[in-house]
């Protein structure tokens, strides 16, 4: 069956370190590839996006690349802050396939001054 | 100016009654959706219009139905509520077109059936 992981729960780390969240997938042959962030009680906002044959994104201290040998994504935040702290969600988008995005079920992310 | 509006904010009632949650975009994007987000977090589309036409509909009970009367507006109405349908309710916009586009969120209608 389809999955999407992001290999844990939570992700707690120090202030000024880089927060490193993995999003693996299954049974998935994604042509794109989003991540999001969500505050609690808010909507997810758009990070960034990246396609299958693109190997890295970067955006200001945000980096994603997308492995579809590993079917994995890696989405970096470098120097972190307490303000980082949020729940992050990636999701996949199938070629053709209307704008339909599939949710992996987030990391919550907390950055302790 | 708020580019993708829902209301209400919070919805509480009873099972069985029949309720409607609105949404409004003013970024002028022709694709609309519907999502659910349940108590575990997990958000799942429920459907998708371009231009007042819809283009998805996951496996979703027929007691929920989307109208979209225009292309800014997506509303959806829910008949007959269950526990169950007590969830966060999220409206999305985005361009359409070949590719893919970031989605916009609205801020989410939380919806309680007691």
């Known amino acids: 069956s389809q999955k999407i992981e992001q290999n844990s729960e939570a992700l707690n780390i120090q202030e000024g370190k880089t927060a490193t969240l993995t999003c693996n997938y299954t049974n998935y042959s994604p042509a794109y590839l989003q991540w999001y962030r969500q505050d609690p009680g808010r909507g997810p906002v758009f990070l960034l996006l990246i396609r299958e044959n693109e190997k890295e994104k970067r955006k200001e201290r945000l980096k994603v690349t997308f492995d579809t040998t590993l079917k994995q994504s890696l989405f970096h935040i470098t120097a972190s802050q307490p303000a980082d702290s949020a729940t992050y969600l990636c999701?996949?988008?199938?070629?053709?396939?209307?704008?339909?995005?599939?949710f992996g079920k987030g990391i919550t992310l907390s950055v302790r001054p | 100016d708020t580019a993708v509006s829902q209301t209400p904010k919070y919805l509480v009632t009873q099972m069985g009654n029949d309720k409607s949650i609105k949404c409004e975009q003013n970024?002028?994007?022709?694709?609309m959706y519907w999502y659910k987000q349940d108590s575990k977090k997990f958000l799942k589309i429920m459907f998708s219009y371009n231009n007042k036409e819809l283009i998805i509909n996951e496996t979703v009970p027929n007691r929920f139905s989307p109208k979209s009367p225009d292309k800014a507006h997506l509303n959806l109405h829910i008949n007959s509520l269950e526990l169950g349908d007590s969830a966060v309710y999220f409206c999305a916009s985005s361009r359409p077109g070949r590719g893919s586009y970031e989605q916009y969120f609205g801020p989410g209608t939380r919806l309680t059936v007691t």
């Open positions: 999701a996949l988008e199938m070629a053709g396939a209307n704008s339909k995005l599939t």
């Open positions: 970024l002028g994007h022709d694709t």
